[in-house]
């Protein structure tokens, strides 16, 4: 009887392992979600925006792409990173629910769903839950572009002590923080200040203006809002004598710098692939 050859069979072995220790390491799109899920301080909520919104949750990832939008513009920056699934905070099929029915023949949405398509990718929302973690990632980031880490109040709403300043100074730091030219301010410009209150994104006119009525908020900065709600109010207080005044810096300058700290904190606990901020940026633009 021939004897076995035991250096083929421990080479085979040896392949064996290295296989399924490879198998074991392949990351999907839905571990990537099932680890958000374990490491966030708030329980998955079952309504909720946070879901895929193309591509399959089991394909396998090559690397993630967080981002403000997923734009059409971010998935190719994403694509040519070899960054297959794409992180967004807000919609990617132009409502909060991504609902595609209403734009049933439409071009862009055709073009832009065949191109997640043709190109293996995956995106996946991360609005309502990482905003409902501890701390809410979205201001952390803004916190930390803004560099006022040292003024927090750790209260909701965000309130941070400044040193004492004019409302112009604080949009012009902004301004300047941001790179835009957008900003846009109600109030008066020489008013002095230190207390200011963040409500970011379009979090609503009920929420901007409970702000406002604070006595320890004196300029509250937003992403946007309905001009005839929030703006008409602290016009109005103003005209009353009232010390405040409203910074809107758009909705996106106003959220983006979360992603980019979502990137970072993904990477404690996601190894297997590169992670990265891919910026949507400002989509308006000023006449000079």
């Known amino acids: 009887m021939k004897k076995p050859n035991y250096s083929v069979l421990f080479l085979f072995s040896l392949l064996l392992l290295c296989c399924n220790g490879q198998a074991q390491t392949t990351l999907t799109a839905e571990t990537v979600v099932h ?14 925006v946070d879901t895929f919104k193309g591509g399959s949750s089991d394909s396998e ?20 990173k070899g960054l297959n699934m794409i992180i967004t905070h807000e919609p990617t099929f132009y409502n909060h629910y991504d609902t595609t029915n209403q734009f049933e023949g439409d ?9 997640i398509k043709d ?5 996946f929302r991360f609005h309502d839950h990482i905003h409902q973690t501890s701390p809410d990632g979205i201001f952390k980031g803004i916190i930390s572009k803004l560099g ?8 909701r709403p965000y309130i941070n002590k400044l040193p ?5 100074e604080l949009g012009s730091q902004l301004k300047t923080t941001f790179n835009t030219p957008t900003i846009r301010i109600v109030g008066n410009p020489e008013l002095n200040i230190t207390n200011v209150g963040l409500v970011l994104g379009a979090a609503g006119s009920t929420s901007q203006i409970r702000s406002l009525q604070r006595d320890d908020v004196e300029v509250l900065v937003i992403g946007e809002t309905h001009e005839w709600e929030t703006v008409e109010y ?21 959220e983006e710098a979360g992603m980019d700290y979502c990137a970072e904190w993904l990477k404690n606990f996601i190894s297997e692939v590169p992670i990265e ?7 308006f633009w000023t006449p000079q």
Request: charged share 20%; glycine share 6%; no cysteine.
């Open 277 to 283: 901020f891919v910026p949507a940026g400002d989509p």
């Open 61 to 80: 990832i090559t690397g993630i792409a967080t981002t403000f939008l997923a734009t059409l513009d971010v998935l190719k920056k994403a694509k040519a």
């Open 148 to 155: 006022w880490a040292d003024y927090e109040q750790n209260q």
């Open 107 to 115: 071009p862009i949405v055709a073009a832009k769903k065949k191109y």
């Open 234 to 254: 602290v016009r109005d207080a103003v005209t009353l004598g009232k010390k405040k005044a409203l910074i809107i810096i758009g909705h996106a300058n106003s």
């Open 35 to 48: 680890r958000i899920k374990n490491n966030i301080t708030t329980t998955w909520n079952e309504e909720t």
């Open 164 to 168: 004492k300043l004019t409302v112009a």
């Open 119 to 123: 190109n293996g990718l995956v995106v």
